[in-house]
């Protein structure tokens, strides 16, 4: 139990261009989904957190309007990168939690290669 | 506010060899606190808990115990495989708020186990 996926697990894309990321809960509901980004042998820093049906919460730094996040389903999350630059080129790791003290569990991440 | 440190690697070890890589923390309250494994190219997976002072969190040959005196979480294997070979990032969880449960990483140690 427990399993999050993403897709797609890696992508290629032309600087200007936009990318969504989905990230889903498979078999339980994740009333929170978490957004991290981690660059190459470092840590993974959290981007932004949502909670179904609301407006994400996004961390000091991070722009909301380059980084859209929606949280349609207790189920769906997804990332939209916009207008993507070399510089966003990164890993994306989503995760999910149904609330509380509950744990999150991990998708298996996204990598970004903006050219 | 919540912070993690460990030991930075890379930790490089033979085969059945000890392996003990070092966390400590600060936080308010009484956080709890994880071992996670993330293998190349793959998201990150739970490889151990700890939920209140003096628990050992223990799996797969791993262990760590919650220290509150000396906040600490050091990981530790008593004979390592090349199969061990990842990167481990001690992590607690923190404060919870509406969104759940928050996690704040350590840096990362990439062990790098050899035959």
């Known amino acids: 139990g427990a399993v999050v996926s993403q897709h797609p697990s890696w992508v290629i894309c032309k600087s200007g261009t936009s990318v969504k990321i989905e990230c889903r809960s498979l078999d339980f509901q994740a009333t929170t989904m978490f957004w991290y980004r981690q660059f190459p042998k470092q840590s993974l820093m959290l981007m932004a957190t949502s909670n179904e049906g609301s407006k994400a919460t996004y961390e000091q730094g991070v722009e909301k309007d380059k980084f859209l996040i929606n949280h349609a389903s207790l189920t769906l999350s997804t990332l939209t990168v916009t207008s993507a630059h070399p510089e966003d080129s990164s890993f994306y790791i989503c995760s999910a939690s149904n609330g509380g003290y509950n744990e999150q569990f991990f998708g298996p991440g996204t990598r970004l290669t903006v050219l | ?115």
Not at chain 2, 71 to 81: A, I, M, N
């Open chain 2, 1 to 115: 506010g919540n912070s993690v440190t460990q030991m930075e690697g890379p930790v490089t070890l033979s085969e059945e060899a000890f392996l003990t890589i070092n966390c400590t923390y600060t936080a308010t309250g009484y956080p709890s606190l994880f071992w996670y494994v993330q293998y190349p190219g793959e998201g990150l997976q739970l490889l151990l808990k700890a939920t209140k002072a003096d628990d050992k969190g223990s799996n797969k040959g791993f262990e760590a115990t919650y220290r509150k005196e000396t906040t600490s979480f050091h990981l530790e294997k008593g004979s390592v495989q090349v199969s061990d070979s990842a990167v481990y990032f001690c992590a607690l969880s923190g404060p919870l708020s509406y969104a759940g449960n928050m996690l704040t990483f350590g840096g990362g140690t990439r062990l790098m186990v050899k035959p």
